[in-house]
Every structure is written in structure tokens, then in C-alpha cells.
């Protein structure tokens, strides 16, 4: 256990329904980054804050997709209008001071059918 | 052409075996990588740090980078079963950004 949780750890969810996510990093953490990773690959990077701030997005992030992260601690993920293409383990990870030293969740695992 | 490239495997060896995973990168601005491992069902998890200048050793664990022919390597002496996941390489970030970038990783089976 890296001190990163991810609720929920499973979502099956039907193609146009919203869904949400959560992470909360390690406490002293101020960076909070989501990923997304499909089987075979590696982790794909969606979006990056500083605290509160979001300073970074994938330019592949679709307008169908934001993240919040209100008071600098836990950040939530969501997905609207979701596609069979956005199956997928969706991963969140904080850091202190380092981007290279990034503690991973477990993911959670999310199933549009 | 992706800036960390890794053969997906899987690779399978016998218990006790030397193991070499490999990445090869594009970009020759990079002075260390990464290497993360990651189980089944987890996410990844920082193994070491490699640097350009000499080798990297931390237990079973060996890490060098070959500038000359852009190959990053990680060597796992007397590998056991444990050693079983997918190994990642990432490159640290550059250019205003502030987020390395993943290979899409090699799997590893150790089986006894």
C-alpha cells in the first residue's frame, strides 16, 4: 500500500452514463497526477495539479473528461458521456518534490459496456 | 516514433535465471531514466533511478543506460518468482513539462 487510495476500484457503467472518481493522495503530497492505461500499456498521462492548480492536460484529453482537485488534497476525475473506448484502468499518483518519484493507486478499473 | 520504446514480452524465465529487460529512447538530452515495476492489478511503483554516467546497483538489481546506442537496461541477478510483473522505463520530463513519460513496459514471468 503506497498511501494513494482510489475509490471506486471497479466501475461497469453503460455507453452515454457519467462517471466519477476519486483519489486521495499521500497528505503532504502537493502533486497529483491522473493516467490512464489500457492493457499492454503503459501509463498515459491525462492531467497534472500543483495543489490546487491544474497546470498541465493532455492535448489528447477529450472536452468529455475533467478534473477538480478543490482544496489541494483529494482530486476527482470525471468521465461524461462515457464510450466503450474509455474502458480502462484509470490511474492516479502524488508526489512531493520530484515528478520522477510518483507513488501510484491501484487504479480503478472501468468497464463501459 | 515513441521517445521510450520496450519490447511488451512477456518474457519467461526459470527461477534463479539473469534476466536483462531493455528500453531504447530516442532523445539523447536525457542524462537518467526511470525504471518502475508493476504487479498485477496495482499500480506501478518506483524500482530506480539509472544515470547516464556509470551503472546503478541496488541488490538483485542492475540499471545502466548505453548513450552510445540509446539502450537502457535493468538486469536482475538470481530472479524468483516475486521479480513476476511488468517492468516500465520512463524518461524524465523536459521541455516546460512536468510529467515523465512511460514505455508501455515489459512483462516479466519468473516461474519456479
Known amino acids: 500500500d503506497t498511501g494513494v487510495s482510489q475509490n471506486p476500484r471497479h466501475k461497469i457503467t453503460k455507453r452515454g452514463q457519467n462517471v466519477t472518481f476519486r483519489c486521495d493522495p499521500i497528505?503532504?503530497?502537493?502533486?497529483l497526477y491522473w493516467y490512464r492505461q489500457t492493457l499492454g500499456q503503459g501509463p498515459e498521462f491525462l492531467t497534472y495539479?500543483?495543489?490546487?492548480?491544474?497546470?498541465?492536460k493532455s492535448r489528447l484529453l477529450s472536452d468529455r473528461f475533467s478534473a477538480e482537485r478543490p482544496k489541494g488534497s483529494f482530486s476527482t476525475l470525471e468521465i461524461q458521456r462515457t464510450e466503450q473506448g474509455d474502458s480502462a484502468m484509470y490511474l492516479c499518483a502524488s508526489s512531493l518534490d520530484s515528478p520522477n518519484e510518483q507513488f501510484f493507486g491501484p487504479g480503478t478499473r472501468l468497464t463501459v459496456l | 516514433q515513441k521517445e521510450v520504446e520496450q519490447d511488451p514480452g512477456p518474457l519467461s524465465v526459470p527461477e534463479g535465471a539473469i534476466v536483462s529487460l531493455n528500453c531504447t529512447y530516442s532523445?539523447?538530452?536525457?542524462?537518467?531514466f526511470m525504471w518502475y515495476r508493476q504487479y498485477s492489478r496495482k499500480g506501478p511503483e518506483l524500482l530506480m533511478y539509472?544515470?547516464?554516467?556509470g551503472n546503478k546497483e541496488d541488490g538483485r538489481f542492475t540499471a545502466q543506460v548505453d548513450k552510445s546506442s540509446k539502450y537502457i537496461s535493468l538486469f536482475i541477478r538470481d530472479s524468483q518468482p516475486s521479480d513476476s510483473a511488468t517492468y516500465l522505463c520512463a524518461k524524465p520530463p523536459r521541455g516546460g513539462s512536468y510529467i515523465p513519460t512511460f514505455g508501455r513496459g515489459t512483462s516479466l514471468i519468473v516461474h519456479p
Open positions: 539509472t544515470y547516464s554516467s
Open positions: 532523445n539523447s538530452a536525457f542524462q537518467y
Open positions: 497528505s503532504e503530497h502537493n502533486r
Open positions: 495539479f500543483q495543489n490546487e492548480a491544474q497546470l498541465e
